[in-house]
């Protein structure tokens, strides 16, 4: 196996490391890296913790190749499977976990698929229109841009890449798919460009970008996986375990910010002192808000320049039983907190929380 193809520089490794190791660091740890990619941050973690076992996933056959050669010292440390990452608990399964300790999701396209022009994500460079990042299987961009009806075309660019000008956009499309097939990125990025009002074009960027991501989220259904496997990872975080998730686009860090939220909020009656058990967050929040690149950060990787990291720890649920069955044993009085003398009592679902801020 050669050089991988493509620059590798994993993002905010060191912010990713800090927060994940009170984690790793835990008796036989189990860390998932659920978008390996080429192997950055998961060879950090096998080196710098020479305890832990690392399950990767990644659905690109390339990139699993590349990060086996790269992660071959670690023997069976190492399990990477190819994956989608909300096929997490199906790995679990068959590998005989029951539950990981830490995890890591680096969302979007890869270095390996954004730099090579085969892959059809770059909208810089001419390529057949593909945009898989598992090329074994399923529908190719080529595919969605010439057979999708016009009313779907326009409901995928407003939906996965937020483009007001999506009826111009697929206009122009159906137009030229009439004459003949679109297959490469450059001419569908130059039929984005003519179909964009030229005010329009001037600010912003590539006007090809918003195009290109809707298409590639619609071609790897990654909104779709995305929303199972944020709460199957949650699901599979032992006690004081933690996962940290880094996404590129409002689309990904909104799915991420509800479930992280809804799970670090309490369900129980709000004029009672403690939880009842059953009843409190499960999650603990340890970033406030989404946390940006320092500007050393982007200066070294400017593809970290639009991340947004957010990072959370698992209660343990037990150990907040047993602290009510100490405070409150059976058969005493629950005291109640007064709420006509300045008490608050806890904080009401939905409220703000510790932790949590604008994003």
Known sequence: MGEPR??????????????????????????????????????????????????????????????????????DRAHLVHAV??????????????????????????????DEADRGFAYAQDAPLDMRMDQSRGMTAEEVVNTYEPGDLVRVLRQYGEEKFAPRIVSSLVRERAKGRITSTARLAELVKDAIPAAARRTGGNPAKRTFQALRIEVNRELEALEGAVPAALDALAPHGRLVVMSYQSLEDR?????????????????????????????????????????????????????????????????????????????????????????????????????????
Do not use: W
């Not at 909300?86 to 390996?112: K, N, Q, T, Y």
């Not at 005493?332 to 994003?359: D, F, L, N, Q, W």
């Open 85 to 114: 990452y909300d096929e997490l608990p199906r790995v679990l399964e068959e590998l005989g976990i029951p539950a990981i300790h830490s995890g890591l999701f680096d969302l979007g396209v890869s270095s390996l698929q954004l």
């Open 255 to 359: 799915i991420v910010k509800r479930e992280l939220a809804a799970r670090s909020r309490s369900t129980g009656p709000v004029d009672l002192p403690v939880e009842l058990p059953g009843t409190g967050p499960s999650l603990r929040l340890l970033t406030r808000g989404s946390e940006p690149p320092s500007e050393a950060e982007v200066a070294a990787n400017p593809r970290a320049a639009s991340v947004k990291l957010r990072a959370v720890e698992r209660i343990d649920e037990q150990e907040q039983a047993n602290k009510f069955e100490k405070a409150f044993g059976a058969g005493r009085e629950r005291p109640r907190m007064s709420t006509t003398r300045g008490g608050r009592g806890r904080i009401r679902p939905g409220a703000k929380v510790e932790g949590e801020g604008r994003a």
């Open 6 to 75: 493509g620059t590798h520089v994993p993002v905010l490794l060191e912010r990713c490391l800090e927060l994940l190791d009170p984690a790793l660091t835990l008796p036989g740890a189990v860390h998932v890296d659920f978008t390996l990619g080429l192997g950055g941050h998961a060879e950090a973690v096998l080196e710098r913790y020479p305890d832990v076992v690392l399950i990767g996933l990644d659905r690109d056959t390339e990139a699993l190749a590349h990060s086996r050669h790269r992660l071959l010292r670690f023997g």
